[in-house]
């Protein structure tokens, strides 16, 4: 941000540009901390400086204002419509900006409408080009690196949701209550991150793989973690504490490792290491577990609610480790030597 703004102050004053000040802000606006943020903030500025600083020459020129009623005419004819944009694509939230700053502007009365928009529309443009520019020579951060740090992060907060589950605690400490809203704002990152890095290849500024497969498995993984921690609140005490505690626990923690295993492969960006083998054994002591149950007539006594979620999270075992797979075949995407 340093370099870009410095750089831009030194342009802008080559040239001659009247407020230069505006490409100095618009240079650390699009100084993002990934290049595909930077492409999207450069798009977005430009995009909307240009339409606003347009729309409103042409609104100052076309419509007479000099105080009260007038200028009052002027402003809503300036601002209603971006606004009406703005609210449809983000890529116009500048405009109605541009278009009081052209309006309204001091400077503006005394070069002309039309001859303020453009100095604008150049002061806008060489920040958004030097901004993009210095993101892609000093220390270009890709979003695709990235990605499967956020990622990684992702898979190790579900694995403590997991392993905390498999604790069966009756008193959550608040180091465990808060690892669910930290991994929906560690995905949600992820999926911003996925969103640069996806600008970044169309763009050809990167050729890592296609980021948005690997954010759809980890959002379908914490759904997954959602059911079985919904599933295990709302099971009957007596089924899961006592008769399938053991394998409970034992399919959890296998889980949990499972997911870091995955994460530390994301990390690394390394092939994945191992296979399922233990949850999948795991999974199936479960199941031989509720087989028992049921040989010894233990369901019997249950409500039909207590048999059901008793199942139900043997179903969604099998969902969680068929969507770890998936991890993991998104992880070896990564893997430079996969």
Known sequence: MTVASLATFWLADALGLPQGYWAVITALIVTQSSVGGSLKAALDRFLGSVVGAIYGGVVAYAVPHHGGASTLAALTAAVAPLSVAAAFSAGFRIAPI?????????????????????????????GCVVGLAVSLVVAPARAARAVTAQAAQTARLLAGQLEALGRLEEDEGPETRALPLAARRSLARLETLAAEAARERRSRLSAAPDPDPLARTLMRLRHDVVLLRRAVREAEEDVLRVHV?????????????????LARALADRAAPAGDDAALAGAIAAYRGAIDDLRRRHVTRDLSTDGVGRIFWIAFCLEQFRRNLDDLAARAADFAPDA
Not at 100 to 125: K, M, N, Q, W, Y
């Open 98 to 126: 541009t278009a009081i700053i052209v309006l309204l502007s001091t400077t503006g009365s005394t070069l002309g409408p039309l001859a303020f928009a453009l100095d604008r529309i150049l002061e806008i443009g060489l």
């Open 245 to 261: 505690a053991e394998a409970w626990g034992a399919v959890a923690a296998a889980g949990a490792d499972r997911l870091r295993a």
